[in-house]
């Protein structure tokens, strides 16, 4: 029981650069959130899916698409990095959102 | 609008003291309240939640109060120790689409032996 696996851990893009970052859970989870964490930001909520095939925008979703084919995966793709797109990446997945979340490990990424 | 307001952003204490942290949240329709600590280049990690059916739970030094009328919820420490230094998020979740999770901005606590 791996829990939530994030790729890669480290990440430097140059601008205009896309990229995708992977989230993996292995719980059957059937809520998935990725949230982006600035300093003095807290965690802000990019994109979340409810179930295969769902998904919404969260409060900061400009210059990021999400997909949903299954249940274990959601990744988050850049479609052309920016610098204001430095952050650190954290992915979450939970039973419903009424119930404690599970993060994955992070991805800062850079953008030059 | 979908927000949830932490209060205080910084909270410095001696060890053994209690540290009190609140959030207020503006949708009356939230009915789960999480608390959750991140340890500095750590991932964040669930230490304490309430639903809106209870006013306070309980676990070891730590508590969670909820007020739904005033629409605010607080984390407790009592006994604070070294390892309590960390950042702490609230957390409350919004309708409108599909319910979802939004943070408060975070308490820097800083716990000093």
């Known amino acids: 029981n791996a829990g939530v696996t994030q790729t890669p851990k480290f990440q430097v893009l140059k601008t205009g650069q896309s990229m995708t970052l992977q989230c993996a859970q292995d719980?059957?989870?059937?809520?998935m959130s990725w949230y982006r964490q600035d300093p003095g930001m807290g965690l802000r909520l990019i994109h979340y899916s409810v179930g295969a095939g769902i998904t919404d925008q969260g409060e900061v979703p400009n210059g990021y698409n999400v997909s949903r084919s299954t249940t274990e995966d959601f990744p988050l793709r850049l479609l052309s990095a920016a610098p204001s797109q430095t952050s650190v990446y954290f992915c979450a997945s939970s039973f419903e959102v009424n119930y404690g979340y599970t993060f994955g490990s992070g991805t800062r990424l850079t953008v030059v | 609008g979908e927000n949830v307001e932490q209060h205080p952003s910084t909270l410095s204490v001696q060890e053994g003291d209690s540290a009190v942290i609140k959030c207020t949240y503006s949708d009356s329709a939230s009915n789960y309240f999480p608390w959750y600590k991140q340890e500095l280049g750590k991932r964040p990690q669930l230490i304490i939640d309430?639903?809106?059916?209870?006013g306070e739970k309980k676990d070891q030094r730590i508590a969670v109060t909820l007020n739904k009328t005033a629409k605010h919820f607080s984390l407790h420490i009592t006994e604070t120790q070294p390892e309590d230094s960390a950042v702490y998020f609230c957390?409350?979740?919004?309708?409108?689409?599909?319910?979802?999770?939004?943070f408060g901005a975070g308490t820097r606590l800083a716990v000093h032996p």
């Open positions: 309430i639903r809106s059916n209870v």
């Open positions: 957390a409350a979740p919004f309708s409108g689409g599909y319910n979802k999770l939004i």
């Open positions: 719980m059957n989870h059937e809520y």
